[in-house]
């Protein structure tokens, strides 16, 4: 095992628009990382750069402690699983396993000592001289996962394996990760754009927007304390409702909304007289003490079997909020209803820098470390 740093890592293919701007980064040893961003982050990209398949423009990656910025891939002792599953359909899975060892020249022991293991742990005992064809999707991943893992690497690099699966393998298959990582405890460094499989399997999480790591952090910490209005609306399904809210008779007021100014805002506020609001969906709630009330009514209502999401307008052709409630409350659309929120569970954002104002003022220059 060993852990993976990257100092001030640049790479740019156009020079207008760099692909990954001035990023740091440690990934600590045994730490399963996961990067997670929209298309065109840079997520892949950097990626690339830690397995030694692109060279960075600036900057330097360490890998164990070695400085492996010019070392060829080969070299890094790292292990790549692809979005697809580039397994050789000729091979049946126990050759599939074998290739890379025999390529090194190990000795046939040591071959069948590392298949075994690796079969037994991925539990693909009964598939062994079966064919890729012949095998379902996770199957064929898990073989794809199983051929980086009996090269016994210091860091598996994963580049979105789970995206080519179906919703309902995908599941599972997350769960069969995060199973592995902890038994192998290998460290791992993850690239997805579905935030939910990032929140779900990352130790850690770097959440990335235009080649700039925006927020690294558990996982929880990313939900409760996003740094700015980017990571608050990028983490979380559905996604943060936001307003643009203003401060008029000692209250933030957008449309039926009216937040009452405690403390805690009032000390975030700083004397601003306009604010962009967030509410999660699923701080709001039918029955509660908030001190936040507000009641709107509902023009759509979404079934979710645990839950229900309620869609209404705050203002007339203004934003649309979405709240999760009770999948046993009895609304109706068109009816008024009274919703009410915790103060805390209010965010603020500056208008201009979108920074989050409870954590803005440390966090103007570098993207926040949450734990």
């Not at 091979?91 to 020249?105: A, S």
């Not at 012949?134 to 580049?159: C, F, K």
């Not at 209404?312 to 979405?322: D, I, M, Q, Y």
Request: aromatic share 6%; net charge negative; with cysteine.
């Amino acid at each position: 095992m060993a852990s993976v740093t990257l100092h001030d890592v640049s790479k740019s293919y156009d020079a207008a628009v760099p692909a990954v701007a001035d990023l740091t980064l440690e990934v600590v040893d045994g730490e399963f990382m996961v990067l997670v961003g929209p298309s065109g982050c840079g997520k892949s990209t950097l990626l690339r750069m830690i397995a030694g398949f692109v060279a960075p423009s600036e900057g330097s990656i360490t890998i164990g402690g070695r400085d492996v910025t010019d070392v060829r891939p080969r070299d890094r002792d790292v292990a790549m699983v692809f979005q697809s599953y580039a397994l050789y359909p000729h091979m049946t899975v126990r050759q599939n396993l074998e290739f890379g060892l025999k390529r090194r020249r190990q000795p046939r022991a040591a071959i069948d000592e590392q298949v075994s293991e690796a079969a037994r742990v991925l539990e693909l005992e009964p598939l062994l001289d079966r064919h890729p064809d012949t095998l379902s999707g996770g199957q064929r991943q898990r073989v794809a996962i199983g051929r980086a893992m009996v090269r016994e690497p210091a860091v598996y690099l994963m580049d979105e394996p789970l995206s080519n699966l179906d919703a309902k393998l995908r599941v599972s298959m997350r769960s069969e990760l995060a199973r592995l990582h902890a038994t192998l405890g290998v460290t791992t460094i993850y690239v997805t754009h579905d935030q939910t499989e990032a929140m779900t399997l990352g130790d850690r999480v770097c959440v990335l927007d235009g080649g700039v790591l925006q927020q690294v952090g558990e996982p929880r910490a990313l939900y409760e304390r996003p740094v700015n209005r980017f990571v608050a609306g990028f983490i979380g399904s559905p996604a943060m409702n936001f307003v643009e809210a203003e401060v008029i008779d000692d209250a933030l007021v957008y449309g039926a909304l009216r937040i009452p100014l405690d403390g805690r805002l009032r000390d975030e506020l700083d004397g601003r007289r306009s604010v962009t609001v967030g509410i999660r969906p699923g701080d709001f709630d039918l029955d509660g003490d908030g001190a936040v009330r507000v009641t709107v009514t509902p023009e759509l209502l979404e079934y979710l079997g645990g839950e229900q999401a309620v869609e209404f307008p705050l203002a007339e052709r203004g934003e649309r909020f979405v709240a999760l409630v009770s999948p046993r409350a009895p609304i109706g659309l068109g009816r008024p209803l009274e919703l009410c929120v915790a103060s805390d569970r209010i965010h603020l954002f500056d208008h201009g820098s979108g920074l989050a104002l409870r954590s803005g003022r440390d966090a103007v220059r570098r993207p926040l470390e949450t734990r």
